[in-house]
Structure formats: C-alpha cells, structure tokens
C-alpha cells in the first residue's frame, strides 16, 4: 500500500482489504459476543469480549484512522454516545466552552450535566473570534466547535480554536459531522479530539446509527474514554461496523454529488421571492464562506437552510409539501430530507420558526429543485 495514494483508493478496497483465508475483497463480519482463548489460555488475536473490541469494529476504525490522520480511533454506538463519553471524562466542576448554536442535542447533554451541578458551560458566538477568546479568556477545560453548525451552518475556524485551546491549557472537540475528512480533518488544524455522528456522511446509507472520536495522539484522557466506552458497553457492534466500512468506500463520490447538488440548489434559491434567505456555506454571501473555503477542502457539502417568507406556519408548510425530499430528521445519507427544526427542536433552541433544514443527497438535482419549487410556490 502506498502512502502516496489517495483516500478515495484505499477508500474504495475499504483499506486493500483481500480476507487472506478466502480471498473475499469483502470484508468478514464479525457478530461474536465473546471469544474462545487458545490452548495456553491466552486470547488469541487480543479479543475477548464484545463490549472490549471486535475486529469489525476494529477495521472500521483503522480506515477512519487512516482518514483522519488519526493515531487512534473509537468507534461508538451513537453519536451522542462518544459525546457522552467525552464529557463523562471530564473532572467534577469542568468548565465547558460551546457555541450557542450547535446541534441541539449535544447543548441539552451538555445543560443535564450543569443542572446536576457537574460542569459549568459558558456560550459562545459560533464564527465569532473575540466572542470564543472572551468566553475562554480564563481556564477552560473543553472548548466544543462544531463546524458546519446546525442550523445555521456558521462556520469556526479550528485553527483560531485550537491557538486558544492552547492558551487556556483546554482539550478542543471539533464536531465534524457535516464536514467528513474528506474535505476538513479537523486534527490537522489542531483539534484534539475530532469528533462525528457516523449515522450521517462516514456511513451515507441511513441505516447506522454511530459515532466516532479519534485523537492524534493518545494521552491518559483518550485512555479514560476508551475505558468508559468499554465499561458503558457503548462499542458500535459488528453487523453495524460493518455496514460502516461498506459506506466508507463510497465516501468521496457521495460527498463530491452532495456539493454539486447543494451549490447548484442554493444558487438557483439566492434571491427566491419567497425565500428571506438561503444559507449555505459555499456561497460567497455566507459570512463563514471564506473561512469554510479555507479549512473544507472539498467542497462546502450537502446541508443548507432556507428562511422562509411567513414565518412559522410556513416553513411547516414548505417542510411538508415535498415529495422528492423526504420529510425525516438526519442528515448526510444518499437520499435528500427535508426538515422544519422549530418543530423538531421544539424550546430547547431558538432556531428561527421560519428555518427549513436541507440535506440534500445525491439526487438528480433538476428532481431536487423542481421538488422544492413546487413546495414554495404553496405557501
Ligand atoms: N452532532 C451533529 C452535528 C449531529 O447532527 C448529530 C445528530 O444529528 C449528532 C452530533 C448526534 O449524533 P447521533 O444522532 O448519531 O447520536
């Protein structure tokens, strides 16, 4: 294997993979939940128990390892699982630095844990520099990004992040969930923890819900949370480790269709009559374009809100009249959803009531946009 080739290669033979008793260029799928030890008692390839590791697992991690530059790789079962894990490995009276606008469910952990007294979590303007360096002047122990951030999709620069990370002496999660290593590794900027949902872009096909964490370099902190994962049996299993690994071999062609799709889209809405605005990252009105342009090095990718005219019931409405895009929560599969998050976030956030949420797919995107045409026009 040649370190020059490029990952979309490896990607594509799930990392060279030829099962060496069988020839198979799939790769086996391991399901057992524990394993028999050898003669002498000892384990035999380093497994012993499911809630420990699994080769499936293992190999899927090693691919996104590859990916990302990482020097190890945990793979969970949920997202949220690997957030969870990360703030369980927290000191008593942490202080926690996030966005005000991030994805919602990660804000509603963060804010369980400050009502039980366990952290304290102070806000910031999300693609706002002095916002971060005023919240994070005084010692913090984790700064959270997310970038792209739900809804809005503002965007952070991690390297301003990681610089003051490092001033305050903080670990820097980087939520890269809607910019896969394929276009933004966010380790190479100086993330410490580079962190995603697998349910959407790594894995593509809706049909694994997933999380993974990788670090460049293992410390006592990322051994904490390899053992709480391993105490809270919280491992992705095999049969979906292995659904994984089929989805990262298409990783970079969905990705590049997702981008085209969802620039030709919001293009063709910039400056709709019945639209306030179109938010996305690739175009140059975004006021995160030129920051995104710099750390998403393939393409802005495939999520998007619309402002629409109305209000409220409007934005239900255009959320409900689709029938190309689907109206499902999640995002980053080969299918395009649609999604009203006022509905869906209910108080926990103050998104925008008007704001309709786009994942756009790998549709043909002529479907795409006559599709959401003929849902605007209703309103
Ligand atoms: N981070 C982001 C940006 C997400 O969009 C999501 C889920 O939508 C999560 C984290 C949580 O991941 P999961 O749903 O796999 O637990």
Redesign the pocket.
Known sequence: MSNSEKPDTWLAQAGHMVDAETGSVIPPMHTAATFARDADYETRAGYMYSRYGNPTTHQAEAIIARLEGAEDTLLFN??????AAILESLPAGAKVVAPRV??F??LVWMQRLVDKGLISLSLYTPGDTQSLEAVASEQADLIWV?TP??PDWSITSISHAAGVSRAVGAKLVV?G??APPVTTRSLDYGADYA??????YLNGHSDV???VLSVSEETKAWQDIKEIRKLQGTILPGFESWLLIRGLRTLGVRWDKACENAITIAKHFEGHPRLEAVIYPGLASHSGHETAAAQMTRGFGGMMSLLVKGGFDAGKQVASSTSVFLPA????GVESLIEHRKTVEGDATDVAANLVRLSVGIEDADDLIADLEKAIAKV
């Open positions: 949920s997202g949220l699982s690997a957030v991030m994805y469910g990660v997310e951030a739900n939520d969930t809607c962190f995603h949902s697998a349910t959407k819900t997933g999380g929560t999640s995002l980053g």
